[in-house]
């Protein structure tokens, strides 16, 4: 559905002056997302990336755009299982300055051309000028939420955030208020600054920009987890946690590229110590390597691994990578459980 959407900011801006020619939406009175409140959401299920920070329901989860998405789309948002409700966040920025209701207007003519019962309404998220949009899609039996914030405060140009939703009319309405909520979760955060907190499981802080957030990782085998990637010494670092509905190592991995031998160590992780059964798979010519963990935390079981690639070639690389400095300094100090 939302693949449908466009952010026509380019010509927005060539635009606005012959607003008095456009059709005019239904205004409705200003709206305050105090009235949603989002302190449940910001506990539970909360990401920072690349300055942004979202929060949503338990359950619902997030994803990185795909390669074949509109460079300006930077994240996709997903409801629990059903995807009767999916969100997107775009981010643009415009050398002249964009505000007021007259840009406001423009905007959703251009952008939601395939819509009725259009209405936009003032707000304000993260102390920015914002409008929030809907629109009704007769033939595709949709509504449209979006929240449109133009941010002047830079300089002379606008960076111009749009977060929408698009969900089916029989469920949409009755996730009206917890996608508010959603909306007002948006916030500009310190620079360097990533995380990813989910209530009841392992969870990732990072202040110094090492590691950075990539990916949830949400199937039927993997719940609960997410992708994070950092630069090392000699090349790159993906680490993957999540909980895990089976022990069997052939179920979630391609065995062809691990080793038959199944080995027990001691894992740090998390300021905790484990015992965990792993696999590691050795690649010198591809000039990688990846190890994954299987272990137990407070009755439920968790998968991590760990996947290195390097610049140069180090020659054979040893199962234990988690013992490895550069390793063991991620793996205990920006990861924590978050009860």
């Not at 949709?142 to 009319?169: H, I, N, Q």
């Not at 994954?292 to 968790?302: A, M, P, R």
Request: charged share 25%; aromatic share 12%.
């Amino acid at each position: 559905m939302i693949r449908r959407l466009c952010f026509f900011v380019v010509i927005l801006v060539a635009s606005v002056a012959t607003l008095a020619c456009a059709p005019r939406l239904q205004w409705g009175q200003p709206v305050s997302m105090a009235d949603y409140p989002t302190d449940g959401y910001l506990q539970t299920n909360m990401l920072t990336v690349q300055r942004r920070r979202f929060a949503l329901p338990e359950g619902w989860h997030f994803q990185r755009r795909r390669d074949t998405d509109a460079e300006r789309i930077k994240l996709w948002i997903h409801d629990t299982g059903g995807n009767k409700v999916t969100g997107a966040y775009g981010w643009e920025y415009v050398k002249v300055p964009i505000s007021g209701p007259i840009a406001a207007e423009r905007y959703a003519d251009l952008t939601m051309k395939e819509f009725t019962q259009k209405s936009v309404q003032r707000t304000e998220i993260d102390g920015t000028e914002s409008y929030l949009y809907q629109g009704v899609n007769e033939d595709h039996r949709w509504k449209r939420l979006s929240a449109v914030l133009f941010d002047t405060s830079g300089g002379e140009g606008t960076s111009l955030s749009d977060v929408t939703f698009l969900g089916d009319l029989a469920t949409f309405d009755q996730d009206a208020r917890t996608l508010y909520a959603i909306l007002g979760t948006f916030k500009i955060m310190p620079r360097d600054l990533s995380e990813r907190k989910i209530k009841g499981t392992f969870s990732f802080k990072c202040d110094d920009g090492a590691l950075v957030w990539v990916d949830d990782e949400s199937n039927k085998l993997i719940k609960k987890g997410f992708k994070v990637f950092g630069k090392v010494p000699n090349g790159s670092v993906i680490l993957v946690v999540g909980q895990i509905s089976t022990t069997r190592f052939a179920d979630f991995l391609n065995m062809k590229l691990f080793s038959d031998e199944e080995t027990s160590m001691t894992l740090r992780f998390a300021g905790g110590t484990y015992e965990a059964r792993a696999l590691h798979g050795d690649h010198p010519t591809k000039k990688n390597a990846s190890t994954v963990y299987l272990f137990k935390h407070e009755g439920q079981d968790y998968m991590l691994e760990i996947f290195r690639g390097f610049d140069t070639s180090p020659g054979p690389v040893s199962a234990p990578m988690h013992e490895a400095p550069e390793i063991l300094a991620l793996l205990d100090r920006k990861f924590y459980f978050h009860r």
